[in-house]
């Protein structure tokens, strides 16, 4: 029987005996080790540089939520914007007639809300729509065009609160002026505001400024106009001046003002004191402070 022979596997001299002891595979790694890395390098994409993380848009402006109960939230909003000062405390409509404008009732929300589902509800309040279709009237609806879904939600939870009461009133019919202030185009539907008006804004006074604009906006806009710069035709003997007089108050007057309704030198303003009391005093100290800031922010701007 044939010896065994040694094979041995011929390998490139590798210097210092260290090499020697390595098994063939090991000292073939080591010399692909560097060609694999610089293969790695140029296959591969840069490291991205460091970035940073993309600034959060700020949240859009809400009237504050002082409560988690949105029958409660639904309560302020409505007192702040005006609804149960057109439709009266208990919501069943207010007499508006006047023999140059008309028959003008506000409707008897107790009774009118159940002919609305909640789209129907917003179509009105946003879109000045009857749940029939036709055009309200005298609804400020293009004020409201921007409120938040919560805010709707909320409004419509507690106008769904209120038992039917007293009854509904007739549809309105116009008088001499008031044709007068149609055919001219000075005075339209709620939905025709909506469509001249729904997507305008007051002045713009910087993202620090947002939620004071808003309120402003759904707010005092509603006899100041969109512009700011007042009404001297409104009503006639209760004008609304330009809200540049905002200007004209240190925080702590026109905190007070919005408070009680009392301006610098003690009178009574004949429309705006009873709003005040009202409707204004029901804002929050943040929101008090919010309006001061872009009304004064405005009038330095004019």
């Known amino acids: 029987m044939a010896p065994r022979r040694k094979i041995v596997l011929a390998t490139p001299a590798l210097k210092g005996a260290a090499a020697m002891d390595r098994p063939p595979f090991a000292r073939t790694a080591s010399r692909l080790l560097p060609l694999l890395a610089l293969l790695a390098a140029c296959g591969s994409p840069a490291p991205a540089p460091d970035r940073e993380p993309a600034a959060q848009a700020p949240p859009a402006p809400a009237f504050a939520r002082l409560s988690a109960d949105p029958v409660a939230h639904g309560e302020r909003l409505a007192t702040v914007l005006g609804c149960n000062g057109c439709h009266g405390k208990d919501l069943t409509g207010v007499d508006w007639s006047d023999p140059e404008w008309g028959r003008l009732w506000t409707a008897n929300l107790t009774r009118a809300v159940a002919r609305y589902d909640d789209a129907g509800l917003e179509r009105a309040i946003r879109g000045g729509l009857g749940h029939d279709g036709r055009e309200l009237w005298a609804m400020p609806s293009h004020l409201f065009t921007h409120l938040n879904d919560s805010e709707m939600k909320a409004l419509t939870a507690w106008l769904r609160t209120h038992r039917p009461a007293g009854s509904d009133h007739p549809p309105p019919t116009f008088g001499p002026r008031a044709k007068e202030e149609i055919a001219a185009g000075s005075w339209r539907s709620s939905a025709a505001d909506v469509r001249k008006d729904g997507d305008s804004w007051p002045p713009e006074a910087g993202p620090a400024h947002a939620l004071?604009?808003?309120?402003?906006?759904?707010?005092?806009?509603?006899?100041?106009?969109?512009?700011?710069?007042?009404?001297?035709?409104?009503?006639?003997?209760?004008?609304?001046?330009?809200?540049?007089?905002?200007?004209?108050?240190?925080?702590?007057?026109?905190?007070?003002?919005?408070?009680?309704?009392?301006?610098?030198?003690?009178?009574?303003?004949?429309?705006?004191?009873?709003?005040?009391?009202?409707?204004?005093?029901?804002?929050?100290?943040?929101?008090?402070?919010?309006?001061y800031g872009y009304l004064t922010t405005v009038a330095a701007s004019r």
């Open 212 to 291: 004071g604009r808003y309120i402003v906006r759904a707010t005092c806009s509603e006899c100041h106009g969109l512009g700011l710069e007042g009404d001297r035709d409104q009503a006639q003997d209760r004008p609304a001046p330009p809200l540049a007089v905002a200007a004209a108050y240190d925080r702590a007057r026109f905190r007070r003002l919005l408070r009680t309704g009392q301006p610098i030198g003690g009178r009574e303003l004949r429309l705006m004191s009873g709003v005040a009391r009202r409707r204004y005093s029901r804002l929050t100290e943040a929101e008090l402070d919010a309006v």
